[in-house]
């Protein structure tokens, strides 16, 4: 076991001192594929789609009354069940970062993988709303730790070469993990027939009983359906707690707390000897460490203070909010609420929110040929661009196709054109393509900050990411309650647009650097 950083003697080696190590250090274990570490790391990260998408076709069960197994949300409570997993991953993301940095990448990923079995189990099995909240909140911390320590684990541990792709399958894993929910959803919502009720009189549908809920005596149903949804999830958990622990830590980690053969060691189980160069590499990891040898201890405070690193921390938390003012989650959360709205019956809208989550999962394997061929601006610019010109283009069918047929009690006229609601279905997946084609948030999260700080600066943009998150979850159902779907998402499209300009303006290039060569350029561009 590798000494904690305050118990490690500081001391660089020179050039043949490395070249010795290099020579003299074997691998620290079996050789194991660049491909297999991101698939095992990014179980973590399908953990966080699933997690996040699982709840679209959760919530119409879990707001079934409480004799029909279900927990009678209110809209209130339905904002709560969302928001509290944002709030939690706000908070593992930024602890999870503070604990990477102390104990590692591997380490980190380990602990996440029981965190995420216990909130799992917590909450499939709650038998009320108030015991459901806190394990929302612990899964949720899961979800952030791992959003933030994933993409750095990828990051350090791939060669120049293959980064940007190998963090790319981060992006694609949440994603397929959503797409997964989705799916799931929809099987257990037909095997059950949809959302039902039995009463005195018989069976129905939840959207029947609704509008004549006052007048029913509920006396079962299948509202348990959103246990087993939820449940599911343990497994990859499981799969996740084994693969990781057959995985070398982060290189990276070891040299930024000088354990150099330690760094040899792991470098040696993931490099092609052909087209690596393992000396090179420690070399780079040395000089990072030499030129910031004069200070003591990097924190957070320390890190605000300095002027080129402040910089860096600012531009990687606008562009974790950014990320989340897409309005890419009113999609993966509230999709189906938003179809029910325009036409489609609550079983429908479940089994049709799969084909939104097929457009994103096939978005973000164009992805990984996307941000492997362009600039990182230049991706970030067509994500922001496409998606103002979709979320107005859906702004606009809003105000012409729906909101001309919507009726005083908030429902919609029998004549809206039957194009329409699939129009709306459309144009959210053409919107989530783009998203999930074009996001390279993740990638940048883990290249923007220098090695000193990565694992902090990395989990406080993450953190603002998931309070945006929370923000963006609590806030849209009010706003397409009252203000309606155009001016909804006309908010969105605007904000979209700011974006866009923040890329082309103010985002730095770092595709075509080593993590090393991104960390001296931005020093020398802010200082």
Known sequence: MTARPEETVRKDPTPNEITEMVANTPPSGKKRSLGLLAIVA??????????????????????????????????????????????????GA????????????????????????????????APNIWV?????????????????????????????????????????????????????????????????????DGHMSWDDAQPIIDSLTITSGNGEAWRLMLVLATIPAVALWIGIRMMPESSRWY???????????????????????????????VEINRQEAEEEKWTLRQAWKTKWTKKILIIGIILGCFDQLTGINTAMYYLPK???????????????????????????GVGLWVV????????GMYQELGITIALSTLALVFLFGVQPYEQADGTLSSDIPTIVPWLVLVLVAIFVFIKQSGTVVWIYMG?????????????????????MNA????????????????????????INLVAFIFYWKVVPETKIYTLEEIEARLEKKYS
């Open 42 to 91: 990014c179980l973590g990260s399908f953990l966080f789609g699933y997690d996040t998408g699982v709840i679209a076709g959760a919530l119409p069960f879990m707001h079934m009354p409480g004799e029909a197994g279900g927990l009678h949300l209110t809209a209130f409570e339905e904002g709560l069940v969302g928001g509290l997993l944002a709030i939690g991953a706000a908070i």
């Open 94 to 125: 930024i602890v999870g970062g503070r604990m990477s940095d102390r104990w590692g990448r591997r380490h980190n990923i380990t602990m996440l993988a029981i965190v995420f079995i216990i909130g799992t189990i917590g909450c499939s099995v």
């Open 132 to 200: 459901l909240y806190p394990f929302r909140i612990i899964l949720g911390f899961a979800v952030g730790g791992a959003s933030a320590t994933v993409p750095v684990f990828l990051a350090e541990s791939a060669p120049k070469r293959l980064r940007g792709p190998l963090v790319a399958i981060d992006q694609f894993m949440i994603v397929f993990g959503q797409l997964v929910a989705y799916s799931m959803n929809a099987w257990i919502s037909t095997h059950n027939g949809g959302p039902q009720v039995e009463t005195t």
């Open 255 to 285: 040299a930024a707390n000088y354990h150099y053969p330690e760094a040899i060691g792991a470098l040696k189980r993931l490099r092609d000897d052909e087209k690596d160069n393992v000396e090179k590499e420690i070399q780079q990891m």
């Open 338 to 364: 938003v179809l029910h709205a325009v036409g489609f019956g609550s079983a429908d809208a479940i089994s049709l929110n799969v084909l939104t989550g097929l457009a994103a999962c096939i978005g973000a």
């Open 372 to 379: 492997a061929t362009f600039l990182r601006r230049h991706v």
């Open 447 to 467: 290249e923007l900050f220098p090695a000193k700080i990565r694992g902090i600066g990395n989990g406080l943009a993450v953190g603002c990411l998931w309070i």
């Open 471 to 494: 923000i963006v979850t609590a806030v849209f159902p009010p706003m397409i309650e009252n203000l309606g779907g155009a001016i909804t998402y006309g908010i969105f499209a605007a």
